[in-house]
């Protein structure tokens, strides 16, 4: 499959769970803990290694992530504060990725900005 047809259709094109296997920055997140609130200043993105994650605007559930999936990367991205609660549904392990973890990605594996971006698009289609 082409990246582009990938993209398209909503499929992304990296395995992230591979991608961030040794990934030294782990956060550990007890389910019904919140990963962070709405409006708080977002310096990080997420993976999710293991667990899910709900993202939720004004308390109903916009989305859930699982295994694999990032969310959290907007903060990041626009320097704005976080628009959604990030909330723990089971026991969880991210990898966190601050500013220039993420900066490098983007310049040493272009595959890992297309696929942020088509995370990003698919939630902006869906909102």
Not at 33 to 61: H, I, K, N
Not at 89 to 99: I, M, P, R, W, Y
């Amino acid at each position: 499959m082409l990246a582009s047809e990938g993209l398209s259709k909503g499929n992304h094109i990296m395995d992230l769970l591979s991608l961030f296997d040794g990934q030294d920055d782990r956060r550990s997140v007890a389910a019904g803990e919140a990963v962070f609130s709405e409006g708080d200043p977002g310096d990080t993105m997420f993976v999710v290694l293991d667990g899910s994650v709900e993202l939720r605007s004004g308390g109903a559930a916009m989305a859930t992530v699982g295994p694999g999936e990032l969310f959290g990367e907007m903060s990041l991205i626009d320097d704005e504060p976080r628009s959604l609660d990030a909330v723990a549904t089971t026991d969880s392990v991210l990898a966190e990725l601050d500013e220039r973890r993420f900066l490098f990605l983007v310049n040493e594996t272009p595959m890992f900005a297309l696929h942020v971006m088509g995370v990003m698009a698919d939630r902006l289609r869906s909102a």
